[in-house]
């Protein structure tokens, strides 16, 4: 902002503005990220540790993790001017031999640090061309995309100021606004505020692009040459030339061009002669419209090499928002820019829709480089015209933070700012899990779309250091419960998956739909638990395969080994619903004898111990947990036996049946009948899948090596070995139970100890919806990877115009702070200074930290003044030491006086001859015209000026 305060220096300090531009903290920097140790970020330059962080995020914000790009030939191109930093450093550099003072402050590091930085081997420089620095920066860029030399490129710019001293020379050629504003295009162009600005975007190929904000559909360069007035005088002649050939390149009708922003610097020399340019080529005879023109210089003031960044973020907000924002200070249009006076051109003074087209971005550099660039706005529609979809479904974000604190308050900030459109989150889902190195935070929000919603679920844990495995175990009998489906049914992956399920079911008369959605009572079946349990598993394991979700490792309690066929690729998704069809369905037609089970807290041994005859111990699910079964009468007998002895024990319902043991023996015949002809090729058992129902012993056998009816029958009538399996999961596992319900969480906590991190993905009488996300969520913070974009409706790529910026959300570690050179750190000796007429002490001396300003002339010393020849004065200021040696006739301009020297020419004759000079440019008098006019005593010298003409 530009304002009046004391945070680059006291206002007024030499002479100065008070008014100026600055950036509000220079001093934060994830130095640790950055590769930067202390000493080399304390020495550099705060323009490059901004560069660093904005050049990131400018990545983020496109939708891409910047790591993947390390070691691929991506581009670095920066624009600078400036290096205030240098100056306070140069004394560093002299008396420290580490060379870090050097390192951080000259500015080839302004890009090779970031190539560095980020791993980047494409083609890296920072570019210096005064003002239009980031447009040639733009520039190079795009030649480099064109011609193959990197796939992809950062253009960057900087611009600080920090040594008051640097502006000192524009205050003596007259360019700076007293008033500390850009009247860009005014009458009042009194010349320019000077503003700091650091901002960086990301450049790619059209095909590649995740977000577009514009097009560059051209962009060209040239320098203005030679010009009489001198090298910084502005030449709209070469301009004009450059804006004809950029869009003749690319068989653009300028005419067609809605809106120029304009470098509007907002002084009496640079406004006419570049309005003069624009109107000679793009209010030809033939356009329909006055030409919208601007200038964010009226805004932000000149940020002079960084200035072309700044006129491209309004741009880029222009076409975003579709709204031209109005130009500041423009009240009445300058009189020498006929153009404003006769309606070829119209200043935006006022918010204007934007409609669309093309625009031209205009830049010179007082070196005399010029620069134009032609952008074109995404032509996808608003994200305000989509529908949001699905809005039931809340919203899974996942985040990486590199301190918990800045990982906490992006998710607030996120919170405060939401909900976001669908487009939003799509690209912060594709950039919230880099490399847990560089982020050690990982974080996830639920953020609800519903109006009046509670606030958003947060969760932030540090992420392990290393990858951790991840296995499956999948849950038998005794997870199923009515309505168990109902609202995981608002997934599509999932509901596809239950409907292909359902389909095959069909035909045998089951409806699945209404056994997994319904939370009426349904007719006991025995097929009805064992199809709605696999039926969940198989949509399951089919949604997390479609996010990149795929384990290390594979276990199945009971039942649930049909699910682990599935997630082993042994089974189709039809086969383990068949498979676990018949076994429910062939138990039904077997007539068996009733039959019970129960849960008993005893070790597998002494469980074994206590059954009375006929009753078997089926399922060995923990150390101290071992499931019963046999006939109904004796199991009721054993269960008042333990009850009695305060033993821990609960009956399963099972429907009155006794499985994995001899009571159902005998139905293995017709369930290998039927399983033969679903599974007709068995395919191979991966070494993922841990069995449960074969004794390890056993697991060379060919029989145990396949998937096959074979090996089904045989995990229908074996005991359980679950507690066996679990022997085999890796002690910092992680472990996702696959069920309708978490029922094993308890036993696998036990069984695996501390060291495993174990969760469910659905639990009974739970918000599913947001139980099941938060498990994602939860999986997140352990590191592990996933691709939300198959979860929700699918995001149009590009992203949608209007889509919100996320790069302020990436969360840095600003814990430190580092060094920034205040003013007083500047070398600043004592000199003459014309401007203030008298001797400035612009260092500090040993006495005081004051800064002393000598008294202006008295009236006797101006009227001695006077008495002195206009030729010695001129000859001084051009630097001739022998001032008889020039020719009176010759002119100023022949002198080589250029328009710098011209402004202390005219202070001179002002200050020490009493004479008002009106006109811009007096280099065409000579010297003898010159002292004739101080010696006349001529209170006014006025020239008619011609109008700028190309």
């Known amino acids: 902002m530009v304002t009046e305060d004391d945070t680059r220096w006291p206002p007024g300090l030499f002479g100065l503005p008070k008014r100026h531009g600055k950036i509000r903290d220079l001093s934060r920097f994830d130095a640790l990220f950055f590769k930067t140790h202390p000493k080399q970020a304390h020495a550099m330059d705060p323009q490059l540790r901004l560069l660093m962080e904005t050049s990131y995020e400018a990545i983020v914000d496109a939708g891409y993790d910047p790591a993947a790009f390390g070691g691929r030939n991506v581009g670095v191109f920066v624009g600078a001017y400036m290096c205030d930093s240098a100056n306070a450093s140069r004394e560093a550099a002299f008396t420290s031999t580490d060379g870090y003072a050097f390192l951080g402050n000259i500015k080839a590091m302004f890009a090779n640090r970031i190539s560095y930085a980020l791993d980047f081997q494409g083609p890296s420089l920072t570019v210096d061309t005064a003002c239009s620095s980031t447009m040639t920066a733009l520039n190079e860029a795009v030649l480099a995309l064109r011609s193959g030399r990197c796939q992809a490129a950062i253009v960057g710019s900087s611009h600080l100021t920090l040594d008051p001293a640097m502006a000192l020379p524009l205050l003596r050629m007259g360019l700076l606004s007293e008033a500390g504003?850009?009247?860009?295009?005014?009458?009042?162009?009194?010349?320019?505020?000077?503003?700091?600005?650091?901002?960086?975007?990301?450049?790619?190929?059209?095909?590649?692009?995740?977000?577009?904000?514009?097009?560059?559909?051209?962009?060209?360069?040239?320098?203005?040459?030679?010009?009489?007035?001198?090298?910084?005088?502005?030449?709209?002649?070469?301009?004009?030339?450059?804006?004809?050939?950029?869009?003749?390149?690319?068989?653009?009708?300028?005419?067609?061009?809605?809106?120029?922003?304009?470098?509007?610097?907002?002084?009496?020399?640079?406004?006419?002669?570049?309005?003069?340019?624009?109107?000679?080529?793009?209010?030809?005879?033939?356009?329909?419209?006055?030409?919208?023109?601007?200038?964010?210089?009226?805004?932000?003031?000149?940020?002079?090499?960084?200035?072309?960044?700044?006129?491209?973020?309004?741009?880029?907000?222009?076409?975003?928002?579709?709204?031209?924002?109005?130009?500041?200070?423009?009240?009445?249009?300058?009189?020498?820019?006929?153009?404003?006076?006769?309606?070829?051109?119209?200043?935006?003074?006022?918010?204007?829709?934007?409609?669309?087209?093309?625009?031209?971005?205009?830049?010179?550099?007082?070196?005399?480089?010029?620069?134009?660039?032609?952008l074109e706005p995404n032509p996808g529609p608003s994200v305000d015209t989509l529908p949001r979809a699905i809005i039931e479904i809340p919203r899974l974000v996942l985040m990486a933070g590199r301190t918990k604190d800045s990982l906490t308050n992006t998710l607030n900030r996120m919170e405060s700012e939401g909900p976001y459109p669908d487009s939003a989150y799509a690209l912060l889902n594709r950039v919230g899990q880099p490399s847990v190195k560089q982020f050690p935070y990982r974080g996830y929000a639920l953020v609800s779309m519903e109006e009046g919603s509670a606030k958003d679920v947060k969760v932030i844990e540090q992420a392990p250091s290393v990858k951790r495995p991840l296995w499956f175990v999948f849950t038998g009998l005794g997870s199923q419960w009515r309505g168990m489906a109902r609202e995981m049914m608002q997934f599509d992956l999932f509901a596809r998956s239950i409907h292909k399920s359902h389909d095959v079911l069909e035909p045998f008369g089951v409806d699945l739909i209404d056994l997994v959605t319904s939370e009426k009572a349904q007719p006991e079946t025995m097929a009805s638990p064992f199809v709605s349990i696999t039926a969940i598993q198989v949509a399951l394991v089919a949604v997390l395969r479609a996010i990149g979700i795929q384990p290390d490792g594979i276990i199945g309690h009971s039942i649930g080994e049909a699910g682990c066929a599935y997630a082993d690729g042994g089974l189709t998704a039809e086969q383990a619903v068949l498979c676990s069809y018949w076994q429910g369905r062939c138990t039904e037609l077997g007539s068996l004898p009733k039959g019970a089970m129960a849960a008993v807290g005893l070790a597998w041994e002494e469980g074994t111990k206590r059954c009375p005859p006929h009753v078997y111990p089926a399922c060995h699910n923990a150390e101290d947990s071992v499931t019963v079964a046999g006939p109904a009468e004796a199991v009721a007998k054993m269960v008042a036996e333990l009850k009695s002895e305060n033993i821990f024990v609960r009956e399963v319902d099972t429907m009155s049946a006794a499985f994995h043991c001899r009571h159902v023996h005998t139905i293995g015949p017709a369930l290998l009948d039927v399983l033969r002809k679903a599974i007709p090729d068995p395919k191979p058992r991966s070494q993922r899948w841990i069995s449960s129902s074969v004794p390890q012993c056993r697991w060379n056998e060919p029989a145990a090596q396949l998937c096959s009816a074979e090996y089904q029958v045989n995990n229908y009538l074996s005991p359980v070995l679950f507690r066996e399996a679990l022997e085999h999961v890796p002690e910092n596992a992680i472990v996702v139970e696959i069920a309708p319900h978490c029922l094993l969480q308890p036993i696998l906590r036990r069984a695996l100890g501390a060291g495993a991190s174990c969760l469910g993905l659905m639990k009974r009488n739970a918000n599913n919806l947001e139980f099941f996300l938060g498990s994602l969520g939860k999986l997140h913070t352990l590191g592990v990877q996933m691709d939300l974009s198959a979860l929700y409706p699918p995001v149009p790529w590009p992203v949608p115009r209007g889509t919100p910026s996320i790069a302020h959300l990436v969360s840095w570690d600003h814990s430190e702070s580092w060094t920034v050179p205040g003013w007083k750190d500047f070398p600043m000796p004592v000199q003459r200074h014309p401007v203030v007429a008298g001797c400035v002490r612009l260092g500090r001396s040993s006495q005081s930290e004051e800064t002393t300003i000598t008294p202006s002339p008295t009236k006797q010393q101006s009227d001695g003044r006077r008495k002195r020849n206009v030729i010695q004065s001129v000859a001084h200021i051009i630097g001739v030491k022998d001032p008889s040696s020039l020719d009176p006739r010759t002119s100023l301009g022949e002198l080589g006086v250029d328009s710098m020297m011209n402004a202390d020419v005219k202070m001179i004759m002002e200050r020490d001859f009493d004479l008002e000079l009106s006109m811009q440019d007096i280099r065409d008098l000579t010297l003898c015209q010159l002292r004739d006019f101080a010696e006349g005593g001529t209170s006014s010298l006025t020239r008619q000026e011609k109008p700028a003409t190309l």
């Open 181 to 374: 504003r850009c009247a860009s295009f005014d009458k009042e162009c009194t010349g320019v505020a000077r503003t700091e600005t650091v901002g960086a975007f990301f450049l790619q190929r059209a095909s590649d692009a995740r977000r577009v904000y514009a097009k560059v559909v051209n962009v060209g360069i040239n320098a203005d040459g030679f010009k009489a007035e001198g090298v910084i005088y502005p030449s709209g002649k070469l301009r004009a030339q450059l804006m004809r050939e950029v869009y003749a390149e690319v068989n653009i009708d300028p005419r067609e061009v809605e809106y120029v922003e304009a470098q509007g610097v907002g002084t009496k020399a640079a406004d006419p002669q570049e309005l003069a340019a624009i109107s000679a080529v793009f209010c030809k005879p033939g356009r329909k419209a006055p030409l919208k023109i601007g200038s964010v210089k009226s805004n932000i003031g000149h940020a002079e090499g960084a200035s072309g960044i700044a006129s491209v973020a309004k741009v880029i907000l222009m076409m975003e928002t579709r709204a031209i924002p109005p130009n500041l200070h423009f009240k009445e249009p300058n009189p020498d820019i006929p153009s404003l006076h006769d309606g070829s051109i119209e200043v935006v003074d006022k918010v204007t829709p934007f409609n669309g087209g093309l625009v031209g971005i205009n830049s010179k550099g007082f070196s005399g480089a010029n620069a134009h660039a032609v």
